[in-house]
């Protein structure tokens, strides 16, 4: 089904990992901008972005830093900070050339100061962009080592800890990122961790708090969206509207948000409508969730062609992706299995789940491993997908499919109308799936 370089608001962990570089020094912060993922370049890929100054931009910031550094190429910090913004770079313009340029930057900060907190921190923020979310903990952790006050690699260590599967750790490093530093990205960090559990009006408590608390329009957009699209997922489309139009008042570029409102087009019924802004997000912010959600509306209405082109585009973006450093075995896994090959979906998958043992991770190996035609091996991974009571469409269509091919007709019922109730919009050819998948079982 739908796949992102971090699954849907999944990547919103991703997105709160990179920082800014203010004022010719290092503001660390948790991310504000893009999808809670922006973090992906495939997505991408990291989700970053920081409590910046409005007038703060990545490109002007990169030549600031840059003239800096021929004046005092021997500054680590400096070279720390241009690494950070050539990420936030990536994050922005869903371009990964820009992680080679951060990896030489801080590599050049590792050989000036190599245990200074900021340059560990710099580089544990371009491994979470990069989905090196094992070597991601690591670096925050010799960070935190050489300043247990760094809240920025504390941050970091929280976001890792949650893409590795060890949520109770990640919850309690999100409380204390909060305790130490509360702004607009502590607070989307707690409500991500409510939202994987299924508390989402917790979360969207916590999400209004990161809006009332954002300090410029960037954040003020992120916080907005990502409010508007758990309001979204509880049907309260009206207020989900009034909040993707006010991230565009806010950030009139902000890509995410005109996606909101083409999946609330979807929910209505207005596929003209959708189809207008699912192509002008993708010319615009050209992550693989866009991609796929654009290339599903169009198998949907009966044009393969066009769908076709989109998943071209996707595996053009998957390749440029791992050939700038990114791991990208997540999204393939769900790609391919959906619309590709079911024995690449399955090694992809198996990487994957060598790596981390997350919810995202095990969807994807159970739905890959469904694909492959082994559903009583799918359906263990399909519970720990699950095992969170997360109010997710992908996840729960995915564990009612498998259950349905196993002949848990009950089960299936649960899952696939739960599946459909949440999904409001996001994917026409996923709700076909699985309203065939009921019919066929006798609920519809």
């Known amino acids: 089904m739908r796949t992102t370089s971090l699954p849907g608001r999944h990547r919103r962990a991703a997105a709160m990992t990179a920082a800014a570089v203010v004022a010719g020094g290092l503001l660390l912060a948790a991310v504000t901008v893009g999808p809670r993922p922006a973090a992906d370049p495939l997505s991408t890929v990291a989700p970053a972005a920081t409590e910046h100054r409005e007038s703060t931009d ?20 400096g070279w720390a900070s241009l690494g950070i913004a050539y990420v936030e770079q990536a994050r922005i313009t869903a371009d990964p050339t820009y992680y080679p340029k951060a990896q030489r930057a801080l590599a050049r900060a590792t050989r000036l100061a190599p245990r200074d907190p900021v340059t560990l921190t710099g580089s544990a923020t371009l491994a979470a962009a990069r989905h090196e979310f094992r070597g991601a903990l690591r670096l925050a952790d010799q960070a935190l080592a050489a300043d247990p006050y760094a809240a920025q690699a504390l941050a970091v260590r929280a976001d890792a800890l949650t893409e590795l599967g060890r949520y109770s750790e990640a919850y309690t490093a999100a409380v204390r990122v909060n305790d130490l530093k509360p702004g607009t990205s502590t607070f989307s960090r707690l409500s991500y961790q409510s939202e994987l ?52 008042r806010a950030d009139p570029t902000y890509a995410p948000a005109l996606a909101g409102r083409a999946r609330l087009a979807v929910a209505r019924g207005d596929l003209v409508a959708a189809e207008r802004d699912y192509r002008a997000v993708v010319a615009r912010l ?50 391919e299995a959906d619309h590709g090959s079911a024995t690449a979906a399955l090694t992809a998958a198996r990487a994957e789940w060598r790596r981390r043992h997350s919810i ?85």
Do not use: C
């Not at 263990?380 to 498998?402: E, K, M, P, Q, V």
């Open 197 to 248: 559990r299924g508390h989402l009006r917790r979360a969207e408590r916590l999400m209004t708090e990161a809006r009332q608390a954002a300090g410029n329009a960037s954040s003020y957009a992120f916080a907005a969206f990502h409010q508007g699209e758990l309001a979204r997922a509880e049907h309260h489309r009206g207020a989900a509207a009034h909040l993707y139009a006010a991230a565009l």
């Open 58 to 77: 990545p490109g002007a910031l990169v030549s600031a830093l840059q003239l800096r550094l021929r004046a005092h190429p021997r500054d680590g910090e």
């Open 360 to 444: 995202h991770a095990a969807d994807a190996l159970a739905w890959a491993l469904h694909a492959n035609g082994r559903d009583r091996e799918a359906l263990r991974y399909g519970r720990l997908a699950t095992r969170l009571g997360t109010r997710d469409a992908r996840l729960l269509f995915h564990r009612g499919s498998i259950e349905a091919a196993l002949g848990h007709d009950r089960a299936a019922r649960k899952h696939l109308t739960a599946a459909l109730r949440l999904d409001d919009g996001v994917s026409p050819w996923r709700d076909q799936h699985a309203t065939r998948l009921l019919h066929r079982i006798g609920a519809r």
């Open 286 to 335: 050209p992550l693989t969730e866009y991609v796929v959600e654009l290339g599903e509306l169009y198998a949907a209405t009966g044009r393969p062609a066009l769908a076709a082109q989109q998943w071209s585009v996707a595996r053009v973006t998957a390749a440029l992706a791992r050939a700038n450093g990114v791991v990208t075995d997540l999204e393939t896994a769900l790609f």
